[in-house]
């Protein structure tokens, strides 16, 4: 009883984790950052499942402050709809890693063409997921936030697509050479990074003091 | 946008945090907001001219340059 009492008034000090003094804020963004790096080396370093399956509660862990972290930084408290995103996104990131790590090596040996495009495109399913779980949080925000969003994609598709064009050119006139899957693959990560570093600073700049 | 937002939050002594509660909104907005840097909606404005019971038009007033 007692232990679900420390746990259930830590639960409350990490919701409202932007009363926290400003150096405990920046601390736990740190400490976020390091356990979602960490995570990730852990689980790309080792190959056993115990060390993988903790990598990956390590990460959960990571993923979980670092959502918390960030909103305290920016003085924002986590609302119901911060709450709903973090709860569908976990277990679909945690799928699209298990898919990545354990399904995709599986493809080559696989002979019949349609259990090959459903294994190599198995990781499609969290994305889409994902997908429409970020579609329903921004409807979800409120309209300053949807502005923000709405600025941060187009900003996403304007860096990506000139940067695209222009390393496209130089491939083109043979000063550069870019594998084709490689840069295919690349276009969804570089849409959500310039995205998401849109959307943080656009919140940097307009943070509560 | 000119608006008193502020200065009626804290006449209720209310900190941004509590009135973007009330309003269902993020701080920042509220935020944004009170430094003219976000002009709200029709409904977002109404919203707050409801809850500090004043009229709309008390509240708001267009910068005169920019009329």
Known sequence: MAAWGTFTMGRMAIGRMDQWPAWQRWGALVLAWVLYIGGFWLLLDNRELVVRGLALLVIVAGLLLLVYACKAVLNERVRNIDRWQMRAMLPAFLVYILLALYVLPLVDQIATPWLKAAAALSPMAPLLFVAWVMVRYVNRCDEMERRQHLEASGIAVLVVGLVGMSLGLLSAAKLAVFDATFALLMVLPALATVYGLACALAKWRHRAR | ?67
């Open chain 2, 1 to 67: 946008m000119k608006n008193r937002v502020r200065e009626l939050r804290e006449a209720h002594g209310w900190s941004q945090g509590v009135l973007a509660e009330h309003l269902d909104v993020s701080r920042q907005t509220i935020n944004a907001i009170e430094n003219g840097k976000y002009d709200p909606s029709l409904p977002l404005a109404f919203k707050l001219a409801r809850l500090f019971k004043q009229r709309i038009e008390s509240m708001f007033e267009p910068d005169e340059g920019r009329q």
